[in-house]
Structures are given as C-alpha cells and as structure tokens.
C-alpha cells in the first residue's frame, strides 16, 4: 500500500472528540447504572474479569474499560467483518450493522485508552473456549437479538459469572427485538437469574442475592434526584424500575482528540468580532423559540420505562383528550 493510500485510509477512521461522539445506542440511565454497579464492585473491593459480548462500535466498551484493575482482563467478543455463523445472523448483520468493523471499534477505543481490551473475532459461542468459568463480575450481553443466539449467550454469562456477579442485557423489551425478550424472561423463569433492576433499555440481573444491591442501589439514586423509581414484583422477583434520563451522567472517559477540538474552537474564537455588535443584530433578528410546554410526569414516566408501542398509545390518548 502506497503512503497516500495509508493515509487515505486513516483519515476514514473514527476520531470521536468526545465519548458522546461514539455512534451506539447507550443512553444516560444506563450510563448512569453502568458507573453505580462497577464504582460499587471497586468500592467492596469485588474482583474479577469483565466481558462483553457484542461490541458494535465500541461505546459501553469504552465505558468499561475505565473500571478495570491492572490485574484484571477485558475481553470483547464480536463477529465484526467476518462471516455470520448462519443465515438468520447473517441477514441481522448485513440489516443492523454494515457499517461494524473492527477497525472503526479499534479506531473509537484508542481514542480514549491506551490499549485496546482482549478482542475475540467470532460468534458468541466461543465464549466458554475463551473465558474462564467464575472468572468475571461483570458481563454485558449485546450481541445477537435472535433467540437461538441470546438464549446460549445468556447460558454463557452466567458461566463465566462468579458468586453475585452481574450481567447486563441489553434490548430485552424493545419491539423489534422479541427473541431478547423471551430469552431473557426465560433465564428469570426457568434459568435462576434474578432481577436487580431494568432501564428503558437494559436489563440488570445476578445469579447470586439481588437483595443487598437493590436496596442500595434504591437509596443512593433516590438521594441523587433526578430519577424516577418504582419497585415492582414480577412473577415472584422483586424489581426496581430506573429512569434517569435527566441525571447527572458520571465522570466520562477523555478523548485523545479533545485537544484538538479545543484548539480549534479557541482559534475560531479569537478570530470573532471583538465588539460584538454584529453578533447582537443577528441574534435580535433571530425570533425566539416558543417554549415548549414541560411534559406531564405521566408522559415522563411512559417515555423512561414503557414499551414504545405503549408509550405512543398514552401520549395520543392524552392528544384526544386535550
């Protein structure tokens, strides 16, 4: 390959100038709890490994990544460009994530870590080959959405799982995902996995004792404020429901890139008009937004933790009756 054509090619890799700038679905919630379960395994000094399995482009990878302890391994576990192991994957993977390389991963990873996580190129099935049984205390589970892949997938977290670890699945209630779902209810109905608490989005559970957790986990987010919080019972197993969408997120990782980006703005701002005068006529020609009226705490609460389909049901029977 020619030096044009190397740098050709690096300039199409990702250079996120934040962690926000990461493409992936990872809303604040989950940000928010992602940083509650790991600060607690740090705090009661919990060890163990980490493992995620489904990557796509790197952003809850990213997050993890800032808990691990020099003595601890992360392994990410993703098909990106190789083959599907059949054809129902296959079809899920040319739909969904076309864009998915390992590259881009790699590219967004380093952004914000010196060293990228142990990387398996392969199905999800080679999991127990590759990870220790008992050997991790957090695993996110985001890989395929079809059953015949989560059912196995959730079979090998709790493998690699030890005592009261922790796994997290991902899209276990959205509409066009119904294989998670049943999977997912599944392993708490017949497979032993108890539920700690579940986001709009995620689904966090242990095969260990939830109790101690979710009473903790309840008071210090009920002391922050800016959650929404409701203790359900589902068949048998208590459960928090969490919306956080307005929370305050935590401590991020720092891109490499932020310096840069710095470094522009300053010098776009030094190159602005000092009086300001110009700036002013603009912005007093520039009518005002109208203020959007606050959403009711009933539309607040559909949009944190109803299905979506129930969501859009609530806010036209409110419309109708306006």
């Not at 003595?71 to 083959?83: A, G, I, N, R």
């Not at 979710?214 to 002391?223: F, S």
């Not at 305050?248 to 710095?262: F, I, N, R």
């Amino acid at each position: 390959m020619t030096a044009a054509a190397t740098a050709s090619t690096a300039e199409e890799l990702p250079a996120p100038k934040s962690f926000y700038d990461v493409p992936g679905w990872f809303y604040n919630t989950d940000v928010v709890l992602f940083d509650w379960f790991l600060k607690r395994q740090e705090t009661e000094d919990i060890h163990g490994d980490l493992l995620e399995m489904g990557a796509y482009m790197g952003k809850s990878a990213i997050l993890m990544r800032a808990y691990l302890r020099d003595d601890e391994t992360f392994t990410v576990c993703d098909l990106f460009d190789s083959d599907a192991p059949d054809e129902h994957n296959e079809r899920e993977m040319s739909g969904s994530y076309s864009t998915l390389t390992r590259r881009s991963f790699e590219a967004n990873f380093l952004s914000f870590h010196d060293e990228l996580p142990r990387v398996i190129q392969a199905p999800t099935s080679v999991v127990p080959e590759e990870v220790k049984a008992d050997s991790c205390r957090f695993v996110h589970v985001d890989a395929s959405h079809l059953y015949e892949h989560v059912h196995p997938d959730i079979g090998n977290a709790r493998e690699a799982l030890s005592g009261d670890g922790l796994v997290v699945l991902d899209d276990y209630r959205s509409s066009h995902t119904p294989g998670v779902a049943c999977a997912t209810w599944q392993a708490v109905l017949e497979g032993g996995l108890k539920p700690i608490c579940v986001s709009s989005n995620k689904f966090y559970g242990t095969w260990g004792d939830p109790k101690p957790v979710q009473d903790r986990l309840h008071a210090e987010l009920k002391e922050r404020g800016n959650f929404w919080l409701q203790w359900q019972e589902v068949a048998g197993h208590r459960m928090l429901l969490v919306g956080g969408r307005k929370a305050t997120p935590p401590k991020l990782p720092v891109s490499k890139h932020k310096a840069t980006a710095d470094t522009a703005a300053d010098g776009a701002a030094a190159q602005a008009p000092k009086s300001g005068q110009a700036s002013q006529s603009k912005a007093a020609a520039k009518p005002a937004p109208a203020p959007r009226r606050p959403r009711s705490r009933l539309r607040k609460v559909a949009i944190d933790v109803l299905p979506p389909v129930v969501t859009r049901a609530v806010v036209r029977a409110r419309k109708r009756g306006r």
